[in-house]
């Protein structure tokens, strides 16, 4: 929106005309006047309604002056509305019911785009009443207003309580999400939707990211409030192009090419609904290096955002020997206190049950493992070892953490086991490679190599755990992961792994035939391996 200079304003007070209604996108807004016009008088500007173009609209702080801006209340209900749809899209999104939450993330794309054309800084419908855009000189305004009149004025009864980050959170999270279905079921997407292509996580990006600098620009706090939830889907978001970094490098055979995604390729068709959004976006600014850097820095990245959300994120307030603080009643915003039923929590991944998503004791814990989880899924494929072997002990010490906060019950416990187990055998697989020397059995590598084999035999020992307790009625005991429903393979390659590890002996035939019992396919590599270790 083009800037329109302030001194017109000055001007036309100074004739002391009066100012026309100055006709926004969607709604009017009327200047106060300092004299009535004549009639008579051929001078006077006519008070005619007229639309002006959005070029010639004055930008929001030229009414600095004038009174508050009133929004239009089409906008807010439009708003409501788009809420209420990402909330029950969220709902069949994590209840693996991904016909149903498509259509609606579609919608909620579709709408926030409309609102989006309309408002081109959304923010003017969100949070305060006054103009998110005037100097900071305003608050001080209001309040000596507030000191000095009583009552208070009415509040506007279609002023939203939302953070200012609020609409780029849900547009994006949607554009997220839609695309990691439409990446798991390519057959619910549209002829004139991007499949195998990273557009929507691209496009996603964007829109978080342009959320938190619009937000950053007109915030009066020197230090704002950071919104976890919107930092949760940016490093969401970032782990998915990592994934797809991957995916090509795997496709190219020299690995310099694999690490770069081309950007053109990835454009959206000119017929699609989306199109014309994101073709009036600037040229490529925050993601310049986005196309050369690798699946770790992209990782890196990824986790700057998710600590930055642990760190904001709802903790349970911790209970106190004397039983003063109840942590099932209240939570800590970092400092101020607030009941569970006002959490607004981020989606998370599919199959972890239909419990409340508001309470805040499966908030955290839900958060965190999807966090771990997604973090995991791109760790496990990392071509390179000790990439592999850092994060699978950052992903180890976020489930730790979750122990280590008092978030474990019943229901928590096989799934924690599980990822810790997959970290663990990561962690003693990576090591195992490192190992390539003939005289790692001396008594030397045996003592280095022993805490390694204790680690895999704790981690068999949960993963039989785990079996039993999918036996038991429980909301979380059909995780959508293969491993949660099926460790046999994971238990076959720990049995592998340790078998080599472990000195010429019993035991080290004993841990083969076990992999084998599991289901695992000793092929003459295994076995030639097994001569080569006797």
Known sequence: MSKRPLGIYSSQRAKGSLV?????????????????????????????????????????????????????????????????VFATATEKYEAEEPEEAVELFRRVIHESDHLLRLYPEPIVFLSSGRNPLLSSWTSHVDEIYARTHNPLPPRDPIRTNDALTSFHYIYGTSM???????????????????????????????????GENAYHSVSGNRFPKEDWRLSVSVG???????????????????????????????????????????????????????????????LNSACDHFSRAMLHM???????????SNHMDSMDMGGASMMIQEVDAPPTMPGLGSRTRSLLHNIRPRVLYTIGSDVLSVAERLPVASERLYWAKWVDEVFLQMEMEELISEDWSHPIAVGRGRCWLIIGSTHFEKQKQPDRHSSKASWTLAPLRKLLIGYIATQYL???????????????????????????????????????????????????????????DDESMMDANS
């Open 20 to 84: 026309e209604p100055v006709v926004t996108d969607i709604h009017i807004e009327h200047i106060e006047t300092l004299e009535e016009p004549d009639s008579a008088s051929s001078d006077a500007p006519s008070t005619k309604k007229r639309r002006l173009s959005l070029d010639q609209a004055p930008p929001l702080f030229a009414l600095a002056e004038s009174r508050p801006i009133e929004r239009s209340k089409a906008a807010i209900e439009d708003w409501e509305d788009i809420k209420e």
């Open 176 to 210: 997220l999400l839609l695309g990691k279905i439409l990446e798991a079921y390519p057959t619910l997407a549209k002829d004139v939707e991007p499949v195998n292509t990273p557009a929507f996580y691209l496009a996603a990006l964007d829109v978080l990211e342009d």
């Open 236 to 298: 969401r978001t970032l782990v998915c192009l990592a994934e797809e970094k991957l995916r090509r490098l795997s496709k190219s055979n020299q690995q310099a090419n694999g690490f770069v995604i081309n950007f053109q390729d990835d454009l959206w068709p000119k017929d699609s609904a989306f199109a014309p959004s994101f073709s009036k976006r600037p040229p490529l600014t925050r993601r310049v290096t986005l196309p050369s850097a690798s699946p770790h820095e992209v």
């Open 314 to 324: 709802p903790h349970h307030k911790r209970r106190h020997r004397n039983g003063l």
């Open 466 to 524: 785990g079996k039993a307790q999918l036996t038991r009625a429980s909301d979380l005991a059909a995780l959508p992961d293969p491993f949660s429903t099926d460790v046999s393979p994971m238990l076959g390659e720990a049995y592998v792994t340790l078998a080599t590890l472990t000195p010429e002996g019993p035991a080290k035939e004993e841990y083969f035939a076990r992999a084998a019992a599991e289901g695992v396919d000793l092929t003459e």
